[in-house]
């Protein structure tokens, strides 16, 4: 998902994967977030020329990803903007990995944020993850059971989160 708002912006993200179908949708939210809301985005990658280049990976910054690689990880400075505003926070609600968890090299991004997230929730943070890939995630480092709440629907956490009602809760309140 960044990589299309990176584009949205101009940035030139390689051969990285951009919903082009969304592109237009991403401009659209960064317009009106213009001035209002702070988005915040990678500003670094761990990226390679394929998901099985991993052991030739490198770290490059947002503005300088060659054209012939992909990001598959956010890279370190990424990490350290995300970790001080995960340590800042007083609720945290995660959906969607940081990276291609499931291939070593491309990991480690995920699995530092879910580190830190579950140290948060032994700070009596309220800490929330949805979505099948995150729950995927935080299961595969051993965090499953320290998170404040977990779910696997991670488009209805979505549409719960923005504040539209969901079917299955609109039945149980009849």
């Not at 012939?68 to 890279?75: A, L």
């Not at 995630?137 to 549409?159: C, P, T």
């Amino acid at each position: 998902m960044a990589f299309t708002f990176l584009l949205a912006r101009g940035i030139d993200v390689g051969n990285s994967l951009v919903d082009l179908n969304m592109l237009n949708n991403a401009k659209k939210i960064l317009n009106r977030a213009r001035g209002k809301i702070n988005l915040l985005f990678p500003e670094d990658f761990i990226c390679a020329q394929s998901i099985d280049d991993n052991k030739n990976a490198k770290v490059y910054d947002v503005n300088h990803i060659p054209s012939s690689t992909c990001g598959f990880d956010i890279g370190p400075s990424t990490i350290d903007i995300f970790s001080k505003i995960i340590s800042n926070s007083g609720t945290i609600f995660w959906n969607g990995p940081m990276g291609v968890f499931e291939v070593d090299g491309f990991h480690h991004g995920t699995q530092k944020l879910a580190s830190l997230i579950a140290d948060e929730t032994e700070k009596d943070v309220i800490t929330i993850t949805g979505g099948g890939d995150s729950v995927a995630a935080i299961k595969k480092f051993g965090y499953l059971d320290q998170f404040s709440h977990v779910s696997s629907g991670g488009g209805a956490s979505l549409e719960l989160l923005v504040g539209n009602n969901l079917p299955s809760i609109y039945a149980l309140e009849l």
